[in-house]
């Protein structure tokens, strides 16, 4: 396994300590080389309460996770994806445009709005 994006849902389980996710990244971050990729927007949305939040610090202090920044590139190509799709989440789609440049799995909790927007999108359900 190459590593994984992150959306919101993912972030929040995690925060909730899910341990199927725990357990998920754990598989991953022992394998050499996998990237946990965790795009920009997506931290805003779930950083609420910073420093009481030790689970999701630890995981983006991380050497193997990386937070990904919505650059300009990266704006044009989730732009068009909305435009394409008819939607109107831009952390949505930098997710998928995240996940599909570093050709990873996303971890979700919200599978719906991802698949409209890339039906063929490999997600990890949680």
Known sequence: MRGLTLDTGALIALERGDE??????????????????????????????????????RLLKRSQTQVVSLDEQTAYVAGMLLGLRGGNDVVDASVVVCARSHRQAVVTGDPGDLRRLDPDLPLEVV
């Open 20 to 57: 199927r996710l725990t357990a998920l990244l754990h598989r991953v971050m022992a394998t050499p080389g996998a990237i946990i990729h965790v795009p920009a927007g997506v931290v805003a949305q779930a950083f609420r309460d910073g420093p009481r939040q030790v689970t999701l610090n």
